[in-house]
């Protein structure tokens, strides 16, 4: 996991994992609200989806990232995890599961 300080990404760290993986696409989490609308967060997800696409050179998909937050500390608390999430993020599972339903809508 990556963390941005002051709400800038570390780009260099960035582009590294992505030198070094080679993907074909990247996968932005848009956080958007529960009635579909966009708020200041998803502004700044698709600010920032822009932003490593011209930077990395590559295509950027959004995925719906609503309740994933929830449903990964729900999944935690289900598995015995003592509820301290910097041992155990609950942000690493989340992007997992942001994965996981973007590649189930990708095999429609």
Known sequence: MLRARDGIPNWEALETLVAEWQPGL??????????????ELSRRAQKFGRR????????????????????AKQL???????????????DSLAAQLI???WLASQAD
């Open 76 to 90: 935690l608390r289900e598995s015995g995890h003592d509820g301290d999430y910097r041992k155990d993020p609950a």
């Open 99 to 101: 994965l996981d339903t």
């Open 52 to 71: 490593i696409a011209e930077r990395c050179r590559l295509p950027v998909d959004f995925m719906d990232e609503r309740l994933s937050s929830f449903e």
């Open 26 to 39: 990247l996968l932005v989490g848009l956080p958007l609200n529960m009635d579909d609308s966009e708020s």
